[in-house]
């Protein structure tokens, strides 16, 4: 799977857009990019994913480059309870590639 | 539908020991993963199954772990003996699909398990 880098931790008022980076420089052809976020104590959660047109559902959106080298996830109006982990995974999406390889992910703490 | 449910959710015991994690996944899906957390080493894959069947479990640390799959509703995750080293987070998820095709990955809530 192609590695990602995210920022370690960001900062986002109550109320405004959280924008969260991921690179994935290395990313292939036939590999998406994945999001998942895990609050406090809880497993991780599904919020969205892409190949390479931009993706909205009722959580976030998924913007990726023309490039596929980098993508931002939005959270278009943060709550206190969008506090977590979140993660960027890229991977295949077929059968025998089915698992998810987190990296260290970016702490996001929503100020109120 | 109640989601993937763990049990026990807490589990605390002393070094080597037996024991078992069981996990129900999502009723209709077909893959199920165990995954394990540290504040070292974060989230792992440990092994996950396709329709019953082991996929891979190269994650798996070492022959005192062990997982098996009876039927599509029940799995078990085993480590014998317990070790300190073993005291982790250990979360349960499933996801549906097939062939070329598959969904998102729904996870429990976790297992604290405590070795002393």
Redesign the interface.
């Known amino acids: 799977d192609a590695k990602t880098t995210q920022p370690p931790s960001m900062d986002c008022a109550e109320g405004r857009a959280a924008n969260l980076p991921c690179n994935h420089s290395t990313i292939s052809g036939n590999e998406y990019v ?1 999001w998942y976020r ?1 609050i406090h104590s ?5 919020i969205i ?1 892409g190949l390479k047109n931009n993706e909205t559902n009722e959580m976030a959106s998924l913007i990726i480059t023309e490039d596929r080298k980098s993508s931002t996830l939005i959270l278009p109006h943060a709550t206190l309870r969008d506090t977590a982990v979140y ?1 960027c995974i890229v991977r295949p ?4 590639n ?7 992910g970016t702490r996001l703490t929503i100020i109120p | 539908d109640a989601g993937v449910i763990q049990s026990p959710r807490h589990e605390v015991t002393e070094m080597g020991q037996e024991v078992t994690l069981r996990c129900k996944p999502i009723s209709g899906h077909n893959s199920l993963f165990w995954y394990r957390q540290t504040m070292m080493r974060g989230l792992e894959l440990l092994i996950y199954f396709n329709n019953n069947v082991p996929i891979d479990d190269s994650g798996m640390p070492e022959d005192r772990f062990s997982a098996k799959m009876p039927n599509a509703s029940f799995s078990t995750l085993k480590i014998q003996p317990s070790e300190p080293r073993d005291s982790a987070v250990y979360f349960c998820a499933s996801s549906s699909g097939t062939g070329v095709s598959y969904n998102e990955q729904f996870f429990g809530p976790g297992t604290r398990l405590t070795v002393l």
Do not use: S
């Open positions: 994945y895990q809880q497993g991780p959660q599904y994913h993660y999406r077929m059968f025998g089915e698992k998810l390889t987190f990296g260290t």
